[in-house]
């Protein structure tokens, strides 16, 4: 028996703004020009909406702020902050309340202007008193170490780090809205500057502005909207640790537990894909979210994006907008996961466009690999 949240609401809206620099102008300014962008393609007046799922890195409050800034009053407000994942965590929590009537037009948005305002990564607002001592580069040192332990413990090379890169670029020649594009080789990515081994510059994600917007409706309304809906399939949640430090198993992500949970509501397997949208803050996120998500045993992430595999052309098509590696990371990138999901199965991904594509994984991180979760999109036709 299918699962009550599987086809329960669809994505009929999509928007970005600010992707790149978009100097002078606040998050809040970036975040309502993407919710605007979205009402529009949906065709839905803001008025509309009813519920608002939504988490900002500098705001205490943050959907009581956005409502206020957007002028809604709505019945439902989802504020909840588990860093880069949360805007999936919030696409769940949207489709339950349309799915049980608590709203009818549900925004999930996200807006921050880090590279204009901050111009570099910054540090966790609350460190761990037992890491805070050694005084570590978060999140960055963070990552290195999984991505050092991965590399003892599997013998995944630098060159297959910088694989992932090398593919992500690739996806971005291809986007117009990309921040960094040009010619990228493994090589390039090697010689880039150290910034905490094995990672050079070019295997950590990019500091970006940019906001991004997604409306969603129930099933019932999605099948009137003017443009293809796209439908909430399944999905799932893990929170493993908070710091790095007390992460269980360096190698073994959350997505292990998440990516299980959201294939069984939606009735799908990794075979079942067409694309995997996932959230690659440095190169090894992705090698570690492809095993834990089933696309190759444990161990073999390196090896398997190794020749292009994971780039344009190759046989699984990965973060096609280039993601946060060479498109865009305005310090938290999951809602770009789901824009860019639903843009491929919408068929409006202009020269990066996957043929095809029917079933899209998309995929969030936050905090230091503290956080996932998995959220798997379908076309009408996987109804």
């Known amino acids: 028996m299918a699962h009550e949240l599987r086809g329960a609401a669809a994505i009929i809206g999509t928007g970005l703004a600010g992707i790149g620099e978009a100097?002078?102008?606040?998050h809040l300014e970036l975040l309502a020009e993407a919710v605007h962008?979205?009402?529009?393609?949906?065709?839905?007046?803001?008025?509309?909406?009813?519920?608002?799922f939504t988490a900002t890195a500098v705001n205490f409050a943050p959907a009581l702020t956005v409502a206020d800034y957007l002028g809604l009053q709505p019945a439902v407000v989802d504020g909840t902050n588990v860093g880069g994942s949360s805007y999936l965590s919030h696409m769940i929590a949207a489709v339950e309340a349309l799915r049980h009537g608590l709203c009818r037009v549900a925004l999930i948005c996200y807006g921050s202007n880090q590279r204009s305002a901050a111009g570099r990564l910054t540090s966790m607002s609350d460190p761990p008193p037992y890491e805070a001592p050694y005084k570590p580069r978060m999140p960055v040192a963070a990552y290195a170490l999984a991505a050092a332990r991965h590399m003892h413990?599997?013998?995944?090379t630098v060159e297959q780090l910088a694989e992932v890169a090398v593919a992500a670029r690739g996806w971005a020649n291809r986007n117009p809205d990309a921040f960094m594009k040009g010619p990228l080789s493994i090589a390039d990515v090697r010689a880039a500057r150290l910034v905490c081994d094995p990672f050079t510059v070019r295997d950590c994600c990019l500091v970006t502005d940019g906001a991004g917007a997604i409306v969603l409706v129930a099933a019932d309304r999605a099948k009137a909207a003017p443009k293809p809906p796209v439908y909430f399939l399944g999905g799932g949640f893990?929170?493993?640790?908070?710091?790095?430090?007390?992460m269980p198993d360096l190698t073994v992500t959350g997505a292990a537990q998440s990516g299980p949970r959201a294939y069984a509501m939606a009735g799908l397997g990794p075979g079942d894909i067409d694309v995997a949208e996932l959230y690659d803050a440095f190169t090894i996120n992705t090698i570690l979210f492809l095993e834990d998500l089933g696309f190759c045993p444990k161990g073999e992430g390196g090896r398997f994006v190794a020749g292009g595999r994971i780039a344009p052309g190759g046989a699984l098509p990965v973060n096609t907008n280039g993601g946060g590696l060479s498109c865009v990371h305005p310090g938290m990138y999951g809602i770009f996961t789901l824009i860019e999901g639903a843009t491929q199965l919408r068929g409006h991904a202009g020269e990066?466009?996957?043929?095809?594509a029917e079933v899209?994984?998309?995929h969030g991180n936050g905090?230091?690999?503290?956080?996932?979760?998995?959220v798997i999109l379908g076309t009408a036709a996987t109804l």
């Open 23 to 26: 100097p002078g102008r606040t």
């Open 37 to 52: 962008k979205a009402c529009v393609d949906a065709g839905v007046s803001l008025r509309e909406v009813d519920g608002l």
């Open 153 to 156: 413990q599997y013998g995944t």
């Open 238 to 246: 893990a929170a493993t640790h908070r710091p790095i430090s007390s």
């Open 352 to 356: 990066r466009q996957v043929a095809g």
């Open 360 to 362: 899209a994984l998309c």
């Open 367 to 374: 905090g230091t690999l503290s956080s996932q979760v998995t």
